[in-house]
């Protein structure tokens, strides 16, 4: 069976409150933001949005230390993903309305998925 | 009413057999294909050690040269993998959880009883025992 | 201005079935603030993708949460299927769909026990969960597993359930459905229960879909939001609309529950007449290369898995936003305004399952 397309736009940081602004006008709910991290040291943000199960994604590619500006202001309930990208992959958000400030995950490194790890699997306790 | 249809359903759990079981005093319930324990044919096993690559719980030890294949107990999440990959399905799942035990590890350590194929090298073991097998049908 | 005092709620709580905290600023009796806090069950699962192949990483997804495995399992398949364009036989397709429904009712059943066990009311806790328990039965009689059912696999599911097993679900399901009947028709009609639920943790159409409330938490305040009228799995070809209601409150939610139990029931009979004979599995080789997001309708709303595969058999990124982690903000918009003692009330109307939100 053959799913709805999933339309994608890829946008700069700087163009990114303007453009979830104006999905939020048009009525669109926030779906999810995800972060992945990709070559080069660099973090691709996906912010996916939903209008009666159309579904629609915004893509904003940045570097490691790069500060992104927080959607909290326009959704509110969005401090949930950002804050957790912002624990396991350490990207700064400026500008969020309820900050953890590191403490939603109770782990021992820090930033822990923006570490790779080995891609073996595990071989069993003998060796 | 309301009230009554609850008065109705204590009266009747009062006068019927408990919904629940005695577990575990009495053995649980099974059926033809709950997934309960892994057992493996020691005797058919080639030690080709696909179980252990598959397995996603890394609960399964093969060591071709002393000819054992070990299970840590705790470890299975009875995933019937191992089952499916089998090349010579001498895996199988059976119904029944395994006992609790009070020992903080569990392993099922199975030996092979026939004697260690002559000093082959590893690579080789395969394809060799498979030729043996076919050899009888061709006489 | 009146003194406020700070009160945690949880971890630990005798109505929570899974670890979840709150800090309530308190006015007198009256919750003004509310801060939540996860992380309890923490596990990483979506590192794991590193170290299992993609063929094997459906066993970890399937164990993210007890309680909606059959529907992860499902999900991520659909996406693995989707970047590699497998055709999933047809037969397959209606067994996914006939085991998503039952793991609806199952976990629509406990769900209500448990807020029954909430209100005190533990002999309707107890009448609930028996009727759970029978069809937890059948799932293990059919699939192979009460709660991990293990079916769903990349290219199909691994067991098929044959026509004879099949008849004798469909027949029980009748008496199941008699006995749901005379039990729920206690939780909506009860005088007490109806004062313990009514107005109670109340949120407006707007700000649930403003906050991203999915599934039955949306639905009970009127917002049209059901995944399955997407047509994954057989549910493009079975009749069915969604169940919405009016009230915003905890009754509403709950008696959306209610009603989605005896939906699930109807879609199962349906699928029992019009399921095809066939393969169950397709065969495929190679390894997934881009990326998709999954949309499935878990008992609990939207869940959505994005994976995103390089050509490699280890995926590059597996992500899962799952609906109790939508839900949060909802819930700490539903109780600024209520009573202490109607906290845990609307906790578990929210029905969070935490294990599936942390991962």
Not at chain 2, 25 to 45: L, M, Q, Y
Request: charged fraction near 30%.
């Amino acid at each position: 069976m053959r799913w709805e397309s999933q339309p994608l736009k890829k946008i700069a940081p700087k163009e990114l409150l303007a453009g979830v602004g104006g999905l939020r006008r048009r009525g669109c709910r926030i779906v999810q933001i995800c972060c992945t991290k990709i070559a080069g040291n660099r973090f691709e943000l996906t912010y996916s949005f939903d209008k009666d199960y159309r579904f629609t994604s915004l893509r904003v590619t940045i570097p490691a230390e790069a500060e992104v500006p927080s959607i909290t202001g326009i959704y509110g309930g969005a401090f949930l993903y950002e804050n957790e990208i912002k624990e396991l992959f350490g990207v700064k958000f400026k500008g969020m309305n309820v900050d953890y400030n590191g403490h939603l995950y109770k782990k021992k490194t820090k930033a822990p998925f923006s570490v790779e790890t080995d891609k073996e699997g595990e071989s069993c306790q003998k060796g | 009413m309301a009230l009554f249809q609850m008065g109705k359903t204590i009266i009747r759990s009062m006068f019927s057999r408990p919904a629940t079981l005695m577990y575990p005093a009495r053995p649980a319930k099974k059926f033809r294909d709950t997934r309960g324990h892994v057992e493996n044919d020691i005797n058919r096993c080639i030690f080709c050690a696909a179980c252990q690559r598959k397995c996603p719980a890394v609960a399964i030890c093969v060591d071709r040269n002393a000819r054992t294949w070990e299970l840590d107990v705790f470890r299975c999440v009875l995933c019937n993998c191992c089952v499916e990959v089998c090349p010579v399905k001498c895996l199988r799942m059976e119904t029944g959880y395994t006992q609790p035990t009070t020992e903080p590890e569990m392993k099922v350590v199975m030996k092979q009883d026939k004697p260690a194929p002559a000093a082959a090298p590893e690579a080789n073991t395969i394809k060799q025992e498979a030729r043996k097998r076919a050899r009888p049908k061709k006489k | 201005m009146p003194k406020r005092i700070v009160i945690p709620f949880g971890p630990q709580h005798p109505v929570l079935p899974e670890p979840l905290h709150l800090d309530l600023v308190l006015e007198d009796e009256k919750v003004v603030d509310a801060l939540p806090s996860i992380g309890y069950v923490h596990r990483g699962l979506e590192k794991l993708v590193e170290k299992r192949q993609f063929t094997e990483y459906v066993y970890v997804i399937e164990r993210t949460c007890g309680i909606c495995s059959f529907i992860h399992g499902l999900s991520y398949c659909q996406a693995i299927e989707e970047i590699m364009k497998i055709e999933v036989p047809e037969r397959a397709l209606y067994l996914r769909t006939i085991g998503s429904e039952y793991s609806r009712m199952h976990s629509h059943l406990l769900t209500l026990g448990l807020l029954a066990d909430g209100m005190g009311f533990e002999s309707l806790f107890m009448g609930l969960w028996k009727i759970r328990e029978r069809i937890v039965d059948r799932m293990e009689e059919s699939l192979g597993g009460r709660v991990i059912q293990g079916t769903c696999k990349v290219g199909g599911v691994r067991k098929d359930i044959d026509g004879e097993t099949l008849g004798r679900m469909m027949a029980e399901m009748d008496d199941i459905e008699k006995q749901i009947k005379s039990l729920t028709g206690v939780l909506l009609k009860d005088g007490s229960v109806k004062h313990r639920l009514k107005k109670v943790g109340v949120i407006s159409k707007d700000d649930a879909y403003g906050l991203g409330a999915v599934g039955p938490t949306a639905r009970g305040s009127g917002v049209l939001n059901d995944m399955r009228k997407l047509g994954y799995a057989a549910y493009g070809r079975i009749k069915f609309a969604p169940v919405l209601e009016d009230g915003g409150d905890c009754y509403a939610r709950t008696a959306v529950r209610v009603r989605e139990l005896f939906q699930s029931a109807d879609i199962i009979r349906q699928c029992a007449k019009k399921i095809p004979d066939g393969p169950v599995e397709a065969r495929f080789a190679g390894c997934p290369h881009g990326e998709f997001f999954s949309r499935v309708e878990q008992p609990r709303g939207e869940a959505i898995h994005y994976a995103k595969g390089d050509g490699t058999p280890y995926l590059q990124r597996f992500r899962i936003r799952t609906p109790t982690f939508a839900n949060i903000p909802a819930l700490v918009h539903m109780l600024k305004g209520c009573e202490l003692a109607d906290v845990p009330i609307i906790i578990m109307s929210i029905d969070p399952c935490i294990s599936c939100t942390e991962r």
